[in-house]
């Protein structure tokens, strides 16, 4: 049953791509990202480099929904007891963009969205994981290649405002920070 519902999943997915028109598009590359926590950029570091994944449908002219994935890890060996502490964040978006007039060559682009961040650290025996919601707003410029292939770069800011509980007191974190991405994508 599993595998018929994936399939019928999958064959569907197929017939939207073929009739997108040019609706559709996917981006994939990387961003650094300059941490919006200052505890963490003092142990883990003050730029971390993360992969990112887009995809968005256009519904109305230049407007269009989007989803995207990021994800980074970072390390920090602790001085005097040489203990290694690991920390990952994670960021799931949903949300929605508009785009100058589609067509040219060049095109900027202003995008927002609701963002699900998550992270999980282990240090000194002990992992502290936490999810928190959170906002990504942003612009970007487009530069198409060819007819449906393009370059972006962008200057987003993600972030997501938890609190973690520690044996010693509660902190205040804040997950993500200022990004700046650069992606290849496709039309289809």
Same mark, same amino acid.
């Given at each position: 049953?599993?595998?018929?519902?994936?399939?019928?999943?999958?064959?569907?997915?197929?017939?939207?791509?073929?009739?997108?028109?040019?609706?559709?598009?996917?981006? @994939?590359?990387?961003?650094?990202?300059?941490?919006?926590?200052?505890?963490?950029?003092?142990?883990?570091?003050? *730029?971390?480099?993360?992969? &990112?994944?887009?995809?968005?449908?256009?519904?109305?002219?230049?407007?269009?929904?989007?989803?995207?994935?990021?994800?980074?890890?970072?390390?920090?060996?602790?001085?005097?007891?040489?203990?290694?502490?690991?920390?990952?964040?994670?960021?799931?978006?949903?949300?929605?963009?508009?785009?100058?007039?589609?067509?040219?060559?060049?095109? @900027?682009?202003?995008?927002?969205?609701?963002?699900?961040?998550?992270?999980?650290?282990?240090?000194?025996?002990?992992?502290?994981?936490?999810?928190?919601?959170?906002? &990504?707003?942003?612009?970007?410029? /487009?530069?198409?290649?060819?007819?449906?292939?393009?370059?972006? *770069?962008?200057?987003?800011?993600?972030?997501?405002?938890?609190?973690?509980?520690?044996?010693? &007191?509660?902190?205040?974190?804040?997950?993500?920070?200022? /990004?700046?991405?650069?992606?290849?994508?496709?039309?289809?």
């Amino acid at each position: 049953m599993k595998k018929i519902l994936i399939a019928v999943a999958f064959l569907t997915f197929c017939q939207l791509l073929l009739a997108g028109g040019g609706k559709f598009f996917a981006s @994939a590359g990387a961003a650094a990202v300059f941490p919006g926590d200052s505890r963490f950029k003092d142990f883990y570091g003050s *730029v971390q480099f993360s992969p &990112e994944l887009k995809a968005g449908y256009n519904f109305f002219k230049s407007f269009y929904f989007w989803l995207g994935y990021s994800l980074f890890s970072a390390s920090y060996t602790v001085p005097v007891l040489l203990d290694e502490a690991n920390v990952n964040q994670h960021f799931l978006s949903a949300g929605a963009g508009w785009e100058t007039r589609r067509g040219r060559r060049l095109q @900027a682009d202003l995008f927002a969205a609701l963002l699900l961040a998550g992270s999980k650290e282990k240090a000194m025996g002990e992992t502290v994981s936490k999810s928190a919601p959170g906002f &990504e707003v942003g612009a970007g410029l /487009r530069y198409f290649l060819k007819k449906k292939i393009f370059l972006e *770069v962008a200057v987003a800011y993600a972030g997501a405002w938890t609190t973690v509980r520690t044996t010693e &007191e509660d902190i205040d974190i804040i997950l993500g920070g200022l /990004r700046l991405s650069s992606r290849l994508g496709f039309r289809f």
